[in-house]
């Protein structure tokens, strides 16, 4: 089967600017986590949809970050505007059962 | 306080020998789970091996083990038989409540380990 698919591989902005992050998850998954991983670190929970809704978004900086996943498939992360300490490592994962499977990431680098 | 705690940020094992990456963890909950990830350089997480709170005996999946310590809240991963390919960031990860709800996981900082040959 194929793999959560993410787009695009790396990003390089100037801090201000806005950035999108698109996943596709593994067909049929209901729950779908973006992360973030800061170098050096182990990732950390943004947010979590089950379906199309909002399970948790409690690590969001909702004044800069926003998500949604339409029509409980497809997921983008949006950045407006980014700052210099976004620059990260993005993870998307997807869960059916009780493993969680992640994309390949999006490497954001904020100048 | 940190509810995964790798203190190794880095280790060295020979090709062929066997090496053990440490995880201590805390939480209250009696139902909760423990994961090991690799993050190999080219950046996808690679899922090893878990380990249930109430599973009575220590996980295995070929060369991987976790020598489960309830008591001491230690979840240490071995790694038997090391390879140049094993080389990689390690992550320890903690769910905490029952499998179904929506659950999410709280990662350690991870271990960099380097296979020499």
């Known amino acids: 089967e194929a793999g959560v698919a993410q787009s695009p591989r790396y990003k390089i902005i100037e801090k201000r600017q806005s950035v999108a992050f698109w996943c596709n998850p593994i067909?049929?998954?209901?729950?779908l986590y973006w992360y973030q991983q800061i170098l050096g670190q182990g990732p950390k929970l943004l947010i979590q949809?089950?379906?199309?809704?909002?399970?948790?978004d409690s690590q969001l900086p909702k004044d800069r970050f926003s998500a949604e996943r339409l029509k409980g498939v497809d997921s983008t992360l949006k950045i407006q505007p980014a700052k210099l300490e976004d620059s990260a490592v993005y993870l998307c994962?997807?869960?059916?059962?009780?493993?969680?499977?992640f994309g390949p990431g999006t490497r954001l680098t904020v100048l | 306080a940190q509810k995964i705690t790798q203190t190794q940020p880095g280790m060295f094992v020979q090709e062929k020998e066997a090496v053990t990456l440490d995880c201590t963890y805390d939480t209250s909950d009696q139902s909760y789970g423990l994961f090991w990830y690799k993050q190999p350089s080219s950046g996808e997480m690679i899922f090893l091996i878990y380990?249930?709170?109430?599973?009575?005996q220590n996980a295995t999946e070929g060369r991987y083990s976790l020598n489960f310590q309830k008591a001491r809240k230690s979840a240490n991963l071995v790694i038997s038989a090391s390879q140049l390919g094993d080389s990689a960031m390690y992550f320890c990860a903690m769910r905490e409540g029952r499998w179904g709800s929506n659950y999410k996981l709280t990662f350690g900082k991870g271990t960099l380990l380097t296979v020499n040959p």
């Open positions: 067909s049929g998954h209901a729950t």
């Open positions: 949809f089950q379906n199309n809704g909002v399970v948790d």
């Open positions: 994962a997807s869960r059916a059962d009780n493993e969680q499977f």
């Open positions: 380990q249930g709170s109430y599973d009575e």
